[in-house]
């Protein structure tokens, strides 16, 4: 059965703390993603990784940095946690390499919260 | 740009047909996902769209019109557990492998 694990499903940290948030699937998928979920604002990609070591930005990237040193892990990293950063983080990976997408399989989330 | 619009909420009775609605910017588009997710889950797959018209799952169908960037969910016989959010998200051509998400549709099924 395809499955997509996050290391925390909640997790609450300081202002100004450098947070981790790791992915990992076991799928063989080529393509990793990092999403951030809020109430209105729907489902937004921050980075997207299609290949090991590589990585893209995504449409909200600021604030946050990826690293896929591994092809089943992919971790995200906010440098210097801040207040608007709390939110639901969802991962998600997926098959890669055709012109044609495929379905994203995502992982349970993880609800961050920065006081 | 692969603007998604779908309503924001909607309602409807046990038993009952529902459509729920998506359009999208068609510059360089590739095709259309349906993505269900319930309340503090994750989101789960649905259907693919790629050419135009309607392709059925069971009591979900799901519809495309590439002309007019227009697509639909349509869930059948609803049932009390189909209470989720359904996400719809479209990909390009430029890179098949992202999709920008909606912000989903909020379905209440009502006995």
């Known amino acids: 059965d395809v499955k997509v694990t996050q290391s925390s499903r909640y997790l609450v940290k300081r202002t100004g703390e450098k947070v981790f948030l790791e992915c990992v699937q076991d799928m063989d998928h080529e393509n990793m993603f990092w999403y951030r979920q809020d109430p209105g604002l729907g489902l937004r990609l921050i980075y997207f990784s299609y290949d090991v070591k590589m990585k893209e930005k995504g449409d909200i990237p600021e604030g946050y940095s990826v690293s896929r040193e591994k092809k089943e892990r992919f971790s995200l990293i906010l440098e210097s946690a801040s207040t608007n950063q709390t939110s639901m983080y969802l991962c998600?990976?997926?098959?890669?390499?055709?012109?044609?997408?495929?379905?994203?399989?995502f992982g349970p989330g993880t609800r961050l919260t920065v006081t | 740009g692969q603007n998604i619009d779908q309503p924001t909420e909607m309602t409807a009775t046990e038993g009952a047909i529902v459509q729920i609605n998506c359009t999208y910017q068609t510059s360089g588009f590739n095709g259309l996902f349906w993505y269900q997710q319930h309340a503090g889950e994750a989101p789960t797959f649905l259907s693919y769209n790629v050419l135009d018209g309607l392709e059925e799952k069971g009591r979900f169908s799901s519809f495309l019109s590439r002309s007019k960037g227009y697509s639909y969910l349509l869930l059948k016989e609803l049932q009390m557990k189909d209470s989720a959010s359904y996400l719809c998200?479209?990909?390009?051509?430029?890179?098949?492998?992202?999709?920008?998400f909606g912000d989903g549709t909020t379905l209440t099924v009502k006995p």
């Open positions: 998600a990976s997926s098959l890669g390499g055709g012109a044609s997408p495929y379905e994203q399989y």
């Open positions: 998200a479209s990909t390009t051509n430029t890179n098949a492998g992202k999709s920008t």
